[in-house]
């Protein structure tokens, strides 16, 4: 039973992520003080770090950035850097990663991996932490969490227990899920301290719901699009639009039923999901709300029959 179980628990997990992430190498190791070395370190991949207890300063080309205990750093690749020790010793875990592309991903959550590269396409600061797309800094709620995971991915690592790379697997993609949703946190946090970047982030979303509607696209898909929770994505939204995300996408919606129902070569029955409708019903019933009539109605009074 087994060896068709655990296969379908990967398979599950590639298409739920849309990519896979992989652990090259962990690393916990205690550095003694000392002068960052003179030539910059680059890799391929991307590099987490994190500070379980001390003071470092990482210095890139054009900045340098002074981590204390409990900090998650999350260095893009090819990114040079170089690390120089503050206090007397620093406690640290060093975790280098990437994602396999499975042969058919699915639809999935937008994850770490797409969050890194949205974040990296801005090229306006959103705070101090993602004012370089090159790195991003982690030391929110989530930081206990991020810790606990690190740990038991190096102890993982060191030994050589049954299933072991499954297990692997298992918690490095909650390594990623629990980046993820820090990030997502301190992306919101820092947008409510500057309204411009929410405004941009709202009218992004916008033109994404304008180029998508017909497809069934739903106001949670719309906020994971600019990683918003959905709740303040549609509390954004209003406020900038003046209506809510939802009543926007119907209204889309409708707007291109009621020019699909003027054509009467195209049945009622089928205009649903040509306007991005779940099931003809729906369409019925968010139609009358908002044009006070049925579809049919609506077509007899255009064609002069009402």
Same mark, same amino acid.
């Given at each position: 039973m087994f060896d068709k179980l655990l296969p379908a628990i990967e398979e599950s997990m590639k298409n739920d992520s849309g990519s896979m992430p992989v652990v090259f190498e962990g690393l916990d190791q205690i550095r003694e003080k000392k002068e960052a070395s003179a030539e910059m370190s680059v890799h391929s991949f991307h590099?987490?770090? @994190?500070?379980? =207890?001390?003071? +470092?300063?990482?210095?890139?080309?054009?900045?340098?950035?002074?981590?204390?205990?409990?900090t998650t750093l999350i260095i893009k690749p090819n990114t040079a850097h170089k690390i120089r020790v503050i206090s007397k010793?620093? $406690? /640290?875990? #060093? #975790? @280098?990663?990437?994602? =396999?592309?499975?042969?058919?991903? *699915?639809?999935?959550?937008?994850?770490?991996?797409?969050?890194?590269?949205?974040?990296?396409?801005?090229?306006e &600061? +959103?705070?101090?932490?993602? *004012?370089?797309?090159?790195?991003?800094?982690? =030391?929110?709620?989530?930081?206990? &969490?991020?810790?606990?995971?690190?740990?038991?991915?190096v102890d993982e690592q060191k030994e050589d227990e049954v299933n072991k790379d499954l297990m692997m697997e298992v918690l490095t993609v909650e390594l990623m899920v629990t980046l993820s949703r820090a990030m997502?946190?301190?992306?919101?946090e820092s947008l409510r301290?500057?309204?411009?970047?929410?405004?941009?982030l +709202?009218?992004?979303?916008?033109?994404?719901? $304008?180029? &998508?509607?017909?497809? *069934?696209?739903? +106001?949670?898909?719309?906020?994971? @699009?600019?990683? #918003?929770?959905?709740?303040?994505? /549609?509390?954004?939204f209003r406020d900038e639009i003046g209506v809510s995300p939802m009543s926007y996408l119907m209204k889309k919606r409708i707007e291109k039923a009621c020019e699909l129902l003027e054509n009467d070569e195209i049945k009622v029955s089928g205009i649903a999901s040509q306007a991005g409708f779940s099931s003809p019903q729906r369409f019925n019933v968010a139609f009358k709300k908002l044009m006070g009539m049925?579809?049919?109605?609506?077509r007899k009074t255009k064609a002069g029959r009402g």
């Open positions: 590099e987490l770090f @994190y500070l379980r =207890s001390g003071k +470092v300063e990482f210095i890139f080309e054009n900045k340098s950035l002074i981590l204390e205990k409990n010793t620093a $406690d /640290t875990i #060093l #975790l @280098y990663f990437g994602f =396999s592309k499975p042969n058919n991903p *699915g639809t999935a959550q937008p994850s770490l991996e797409s969050f890194l590269e949205f974040a990296g396409s801005e090229t &600061n +959103v705070t101090q932490d993602y *004012g370089n797309p090159s790195f991003i800094v982690l =030391s929110g709620t989530y930081k206990k &969490n991020i810790g606990n995971l690190l740990e038991r991915i997502k946190k301190e992306w919101e301290v500057r309204n411009g970047k929410a405004r941009e +709202v009218l992004i979303a916008r033109d994404y719901i $304008d180029e &998508n509607y017909e497809r *069934g696209i739903t +106001v949670a898909e719309a906020a994971a @699009y600019v990683f #918003l929770s959905q709740g303040y994505f /549609t509390r954004a049925t579809p049919l109605d609506y």
